[in-house]
C-alpha cells in the first residue's frame, strides 16, 4: 500500500499538480497541531478552500488503505483479553470500555444545535455501535461466572448517570445516601472510566485538533477522527509508547538556563511543558 498513488495528481499545462508529499504534510500538521485551514493557507500558500479538500482527500485515504492493519477486528477474543485488562488494572470485571460521548460531541461544533437540545443517551442511540450493539453484532463473548465466583455476569460497557441501563450498559447508581457496596461499585466504575478517559487524553494530546471544536461539516468530521485514530496506532505501534512524549515538549529542555522572558527577573530553569 502507498499514500503516494492513491493521492497523486494530474499535471495540466497552466499548473503542476500538488505532490502526494505536500498534501500529507499539510494533513499532518492539521492533525498534529490543530491550527485551521486560513494557518495552512498562509504557511502552504494554498488557498483555503484547497486545503480544506486536501485534508478530506488525505483522511478518506488513511482510512480506506490502512484502517483493515491499524484497527483491530472485534472479535470475541479480543473482547475477552479487554475484559481481562479491566479486571487486573482497574479491578472492574467483565468491562469491554466506557463511552466518552460528551468530550467527542463537544469537537463537532456544527452539530451542536442537535445536541444542545438532546440527552446524551438519546444521541448515543443514533451512533452505528449502539445499533450493533443491540443487534448483537459485536461479537461480544456471552455471559459467564466471574473470576472466583459464582455469579454469571454479562460482558458490559460502562458509562456516567447520563445512559440509560441496558444488557451491556452498566451505569452508577444515582443519590447520595448509599449503602458500603453500592459506593464501592460507583468508585470501581470510575475507576474503570478512568482509563479510557486517560486513553482518549493521550491521544487528543498527540493530535491536538482534538484540543480544539472542529468548525468543519459532519462529514469531514467524522473523516478527521477516523484518520486519527488509524494513525495514532500506526505511530505507537512503529515508535513504541514514551512515556516522556505526553509530559514534555521537545526542545524546551535545551534552552539555556540563563535566558530571561522579555526582561523578566525570574531566570529560565530546565523547561518541561505539562501536558
Known amino acids: 500500500m502507498y499514500l503516494g498513488t492513491r493521492l497523486l495528481g494530474i499535471d495540466?499545462?497552466?499548473?503542476?499538480?500538488?505532490?502526494?508529499?505536500?498534501?500529507?504534510?499539510?494533513?499532518?500538521r492539521y492533525l498534529g497541531?490543530?491550527?485551521?485551514?486560513?494557518?495552512?493557507?498562509?504557511?502552504?500558500?494554498?488557498?483555503?478552500?484547497?486545503?480544506?479538500?486536501?485534508?478530506?482527500?488525505?483522511?478518506i485515504a488513511v482510512w480506506e488503505e490502512l484502517a483493515h492493519i491499524e484497527m483491530p477486528s472485534l472479535t470475541e477474543q479480543l473482547w475477552k483479553n479487554t475484559a481481562e485488562m479491566f479486571e487486573q488494572?482497574?479491578?472492574?470485571?467483565?468491562?469491554?470500555?466506557?463511552?466518552?460521548?460528551?468530550?467527542?460531541?463537544?469537537?463537532?461544533?456544527?452539530?451542536?444545535?442537535?445536541?444542545?437540545?438532546?440527552?446524551?443517551?438519546?444521541?448515543?442511540?443514533?451512533?452505528?455501535?449502539?445499533n450493533l450493539l443491540t443487534r448483537n453484532e459485536l461479537n461480544i463473548p456471552k455471559a459467564c461466572p466471574i473470576t472466583n465466583?459464582?455469579?454469571?455476569?454479562?460482558?458490559?460497557?460502562?458509562?456516567?448517570?447520563?445512559?440509560?441501563?441496558?444488557?451491556?450498559?452498566?451505569r452508577p447508581y444515582g443519590g447520595r445516601n448509599l449503602t458500603n457496596k453500592k459506593r464501592i461499585f460507583n468508585y470501581r466504575l470510575s475507576r474503570a472510566r478512568r482509563y479510557v478517559e486517560?486513553?482518549?487524553?493521550?491521544l487528543s494530546n498527540k493530535w491536538r485538533i482534538f484540543h480544539r471544536p472542529l468548525n468543519v461539516?459532519?462529514?469531514?468530521?467524522?473523516?478527521?477522527?477516523?484518520?486519527?485514530?488509524?494513525?495514532?496506532?500506526?505511530?505507537?505501534?512503529?515508535?513504541g509508547i514514551d512515556f516522556k512524549d505526553s509530559l514534555t515538549v521537545e526542545g524546551f529542555e535545551e534552552i539555556n538556563p540563563k535566558e530571561q522572558f522579555h526582561g523578566n527577573m525570574i531566570s529560565r530553569t530546565k523547561c518541561k511543558t505539562m501536558i
Open 12 to 28: 495540466t499545462n497552466m499548473r503542476k499538480s500538488i505532490t502526494p508529499a505536500e498534501k500529507l504534510a499539510v494533513t499532518l
Open 33 to 59: 497541531t490543530g491550527c485551521t485551514f486560513i494557518d495552512l493557507h498562509y504557511t502552504f500558500k494554498l488557498g483555503a478552500s484547497t486545503v480544506e479538500n486536501i485534508v478530506r482527500e488525505v483522511c
Open 89 to 130: 488494572r482497574a479491578n472492574f470485571p467483565h468491562c469491554l470500555g466506557a463511552r466518552l460521548l460528551m468530550q467527542i460531541i463537544n469537537f463537532c461544533t456544527s452539530m451542536s444545535d442537535l445536541f444542545g437540545r438532546t440527552p446524551d443517551s438519546t444521541i448515543f442511540k443514533k451512533f452505528t455501535l449502539w
Open 149 to 170: 465466583t459464582n455469579i454469571v455476569a454479562n460482558y458490559v460497557f460502562v458509562g456516567d448517570e447520563a445512559f440509560g441501563l441496558s444488557e451491556h450498559v452498566l
Open 198 to 202: 486517560c486513553a482518549f487524553g493521550i
Open 217 to 239: 461539516n459532519t462529514e469531514l468530521a467524522v473523516n478527521i477522527t477516523n484518520a486519527c485514530c488509524v494513525l495514532h496506532n500506526f505511530v505507537r505501534e512503529r515508535n
